[in-house]
C-alpha cells in the first residue's frame, strides 16, 4: 500500500491550493479515504473524508464551506481543494485509509499559509 501526497506550499491568506494523493496497492475504489492534518503542537485532526463512490463526504468543522474532498477512481487519486485558505490552515496534511484492522498514512505535504 502506498499513498503519495503532492501539492503542498506556501500560500497568503486568502488564497487557495489543490492537494492530491496518488493511491496504489490496494482497490482504491472499494474503499473510504480521507485527508488529515498535524499542525506543530498540536494532535492530527480530521480534515475531510469521503466514502468509495465518491457520493457521500464529511468535513471537520474548521473547514465546512472552505475545503471541498473528491476522487477519481480511474486514476486512484483523492483530491483536496483548499479554498479561502487562513494561516490556522497551516500543516503537514496526509492522505489516510484504513484496510481491515490497518491504518495506512502517506508521508505527508506541507501548507502554509503566510504572508
Known amino acids: 500500500v502506498q499513498l503519495v501526497e503532492s501539492g503542498g506550499g506556501l500560500v497568503q491568506p486568502g488564497g487557495s491550493l489543490r492537494l492530491s494523493c496518488a493511491a496504489s496497492?490496494?482497490?482504491?475504489?472499494?474503499?473510504?479515504t480521507s485527508w488529515y492534518r498535524q499542525a506543530p503542537g498540536k494532535e492530527r485532526e480530521l480534515v475531510a473524508g469521503?466514502?468509495?463512490?465518491?457520493?457521500?463526504?464529511n468535513y471537520g468543522d474548521s473547514v465546512k464551506g472552505r475545503f471541498t474532498i473528491s476522487r477519481d477512481n480511474t486514476k486512484n487519486t483523492l483530491y483536496l481543494q483548499m479554498d479561502s485558505l487562513e494561516p490556522e490552515d497551516t500543516a503537514v496534511y496526509y492522505c489516510?485509509?484504513?484496510?481491515?484492522?490497518?491504518?495506512?498514512w502517506g508521508q505527508g505535504t506541507q501548507v502554509t499559509v503566510s504572508s
Open positions: 469521503i466514502s468509495s463512490g465518491g457520493r457521500n463526504t
Open positions: 496497492g490496494f482497490t482504491f475504489s472499494t474503499l473510504r
Open positions: 489516510y485509509v484504513r484496510i481491515g484492522f490497518v491504518n495506512y
